[in-house]
Nanobody, 118 residues
Framework: QVQLVESGGGLVQPGGSLRLSCVAS????????MSWYRQAPGRERELVATIKRDIGSTRYADSVKGRFTISRDNAKNTVDLQMNSLKPEDTGVYYCYAASPMATRKYWGQGTQVTVSS
């Protein structure tokens, strides 16, 4: 049974930091590219950051470059998203996403709420 379980969301003031974590099970984690997506109320889900399976190269949405860092630990089957200098527009539900090579298999977590507000 495939599971992606996110944690670490919450309420934070603008300028603050949060660290999201996703624990994966039920598939060969090291073979999958891992990503974080987010969805704000009334908006489409958007890609925030991706880390590839092998050399760990990363890619970020322009809106989070320089503020967010994605990382993975293949020994622990985890992928994290360190979020610094948070802005109100970062508010949304953050989802962990796994994609196999050629994206033949795709899995989503249940999401964790991040609210940036004073």
């Amino acid at each position: 049974q495939v599971q992606l379980v996110e944690s670490g969301g919450g309420l934070v003031q603008p300028g603050g930091s949060l660290r999201l974590s996703c624990v994966a099970s039920g598939f060969t984690f090291s073979s999958y590219a891992m990503s974080w997506y987010r969805q704000a109320p009334g908006r489409e889900r958007e890609l925030v950051a991706t880390i590839k399976r092998d050399i760990g190269s990363t890619r970020y949405a322009d809106s989070v470059k320089g503020r967010f860092t994605i990382s993975r630990d293949n020994a622990k089957n985890t992928v994290d998203l360190q979020m610094n200098s948070l802005k109100p527009e970062d508010t949304g539900v953050y989802y962990c996403y796994a994609a196999s090579p050629m994206a033949t298999r795709k899995y989503w977590g249940q999401g964790t709420q991040v609210t940036v507000s004073s």
